[in-house]
């Protein structure tokens, strides 16, 4: 007697298949609760959330998404956006508008490690609007095995990002 013949392969349409890898995407991408995020207490009805992979390897090319949503009923001005990238993760490129620091981070007597920030500044961010920031960065191959992920995303008014953070413009006049 003969086994029934499997038609599963003929019934699975391209189509079909391509559904599937998108409900994956979706299913296991998901908004990365070990973010820490802080907001100023001066915008209590801007909402952000920041989705990345939670773990990586050595090698991995990652992406982030920060959604700032402006859930109130007036205009926020003059607000920035601090986000200090992982120092195992060497920054390759984000949306328009953001400025790019290596701030030296002293760990000891003996030396310093690099650790990347991002800064966007915005002059208002209308009632019932979302600003989407992103960025790409490629994980440093001397990393031993996979370890978490995690990225700080600030949210603090603009003169105060301007205090902290050395005005420098790359394309300018300077030594």
């Known amino acids: 007697m003969k086994a029934p013949k499997n038609n599963f392969k003929s019934k699975l349409s391209v189509p079909v298949l391509f559904l599937v890898i998108i409900f994956c995407i979706i299913v296991f991408t998901k908004k990365n609760e070990a973010a820490i995020i802080s907001t100023h207490r001066n915008y209590p009805n801007l909402k952000t959330t920041a989705r990345h992979p939670e773990t990586v390897r050595a090698g991995e090319i990652i992406s982030c998404t920060i959604e700032l949503r402006n859930e109130g009923t007036e205009t926020l001005r003059d607000i920035s956006c601090v986000v200090k990238l992982p120092a195992e993760i060497d920054f390759m490129i984000a949306t328009d508008g953001y400025i790019y620091y290596d701030i030296a981070d002293w760990i000891d007597r003996e030396g310093f490690i690099f650790i990347p920030m991002l800064l966007w500044n915005f002059s208002e961010i209308s009632s019932m609007t979302t600003k989407e920031?992103?960025?790409?960065?490629?994980?440093?191959?001397?990393?031993?095995?996979?370890?978490?992920?995690?990225?700080?995303?600030?949210?603090?008014?603009?003169d105060w990002a301007n205090k902290r953070f050395p005005v420098y413009y790359p394309y300018g006049d300077h030594d």
């Open 133 to 158: 920031l992103s960025f790409i960065g490629k994980v440093r191959t001397n990393l031993q095995s996979r370890t978490k992920n995690q990225i700080e995303v600030y949210i603090m008014p603009k």
